[in-house]
């Protein structure tokens, strides 16, 4: 194999090597942004199942009473 073209296959391993590590990266800032959010939303959703239990726990007890189409 030439120089020349030992090189050339060099140069094109080195440059996927960058685009690769781009994508890694890029990766990487999506899938971190996406656990916080998730994070967040986790919260979120543990605050609201809260206030709907204490809600539900201080509701009055339905009365014995007819519905009103009776």
């Known amino acids: 194999m030439s120089e ?3 090189s050339e296959r060099i ?3 080195e440059s996927r090597l960058m685009y690769q590590d781009e994508t890694i990266e ?3 800032a999506t899938i971190t942004a996406q656990w916080k959010q998730i994070d967040a939303l ?3 959703l543990g605050l ?3 206030r709907l239990q204490q809600a539900e726990a201080n509701a009055p007890a339905p009365a014995n009473e ?3 189409h009776y």
């Open 4 to 6: 020349q073209k030992l």
């Open 11 to 13: 140069d094109a391993l």
């Open 26 to 28: 890029q990766l990487n």
């Open 42 to 44: 986790t919260r979120q």
């Open 48 to 50: 609201l199942n809260e």
């Open 66 to 68: 007819r519905p009103p």
